[in-house]
């Protein structure tokens, strides 16, 4: 089992839509959890992260966490065509813990 | 702010041949971290500096591999002697002292090709 699970797609979703982003995660330790944007070719880029159980706003993203389903999710609403991209799940143990452990991530396309 | 720099951006070595790496971080961060990207596979961690200091090397693959981060500014990573499996983008990601896992800024990666 990898310690961090997302669907490869890609999601398909029409532009202005709500793109809705899933990630599972083993370790039961893990206390911080990230998603970053991935554009072809070019470095991941940090979008969200989330430390607590419920939801985080920022912008068009919100970001989920449920630490007892071990379940973290990335919600874009009114998703425009610059949105399509891989999007990496990745976690992190929390404090003394530096690395990061990433998902393979999930490609979605926002179609015009 | 310049961001954190790599090169070369591409290498296509032959396998058995040396290929080195280098990373230059954000100036002032003291984190300096590596990551690669195996097609297909995910990201996965390699190593962490804290100024000179391996802090944590347990992602490193085998002892073909070798980081080092003379003087605490720039990183390299040397791979020697290269095998097939060792192809993929490798990233380097530097972050400023107690910022941690948040302040990750990424390079944009250097894609290693062993034929």
């Known amino acids: 089992q990898k310690e961090v699970e997302q669907n490869s797609g890609p999601l398909s979703v029409p532009e202005g839509a709500i793109a809705s982003l899933n990630c599972t995660y083993s370790?039961?330790?893990?206390?911080?959890f990230f998603w970053y944007r991935q554009y072809s070719g070019k470095s991941p880029e940090l979008i969200m992260s989330?430390?607590?159980?419920g939801d985080k706003e920022d912008g068009r993203f919100t970001a989920q966490l449920n630490k007892a389903s071990q379940y973290v999710s990335l919600l874009i609403r009114d998703s425009q065509p610059s949105d399509s991209a891989t999007y990496l799940c990745?976690?992190?143990?929390?404090?003394?813990?530096?690395?990061?452990?990433f998902g393979t991530g999930t490609r979605l396309l926002v179609s015009p | 702010e310049a961001g954190v720099t790599q090169f070369p951006s591409h290498s296509v070595i032959e396998k058995g041949q040396t290929v080195t790496l280098r990373c230059d971080p954000i100036?002032?961060?003291?984190?300096l971290y590596w990551y690669r990207r195996v097609m297909g596979k995910e990201i996965k961690f390699l190593l962490h500096?804290?100024?000179?200091?391996?802090?944590?090397e347990s992602g490193m693959p085998n002892n073909r591999f070798l980081a080092e981060r003379t003087g605490g500014t720039y990183s390299t990573l040397k791979v020697q002697p290269a095998e097939l499996e060792d192809s993929g983008v490798y990233f380097c990601?530097?972050?400023?002292?107690?910022?941690?896992?948040?302040?990750?800024?990424f390079g944009s990666g250097t894609r290693l090709t062993v034929v």
């Open positions: 990601a530097s972050s400023q002292a107690g910022q941690g896992v948040p302040g990750y800024t």
């Open positions: 370790d039961r330790g893990s206390q911080s």
């Open positions: 989330i430390y607590s159980n």
């Open positions: 990745a976690v992190n143990r929390g404090t003394g813990f530096q690395k990061l452990v």
């Open positions: 100036s002032g961060h003291d984190n």
């Open positions: 500096f804290v100024k000179e200091s391996k802090q944590d």
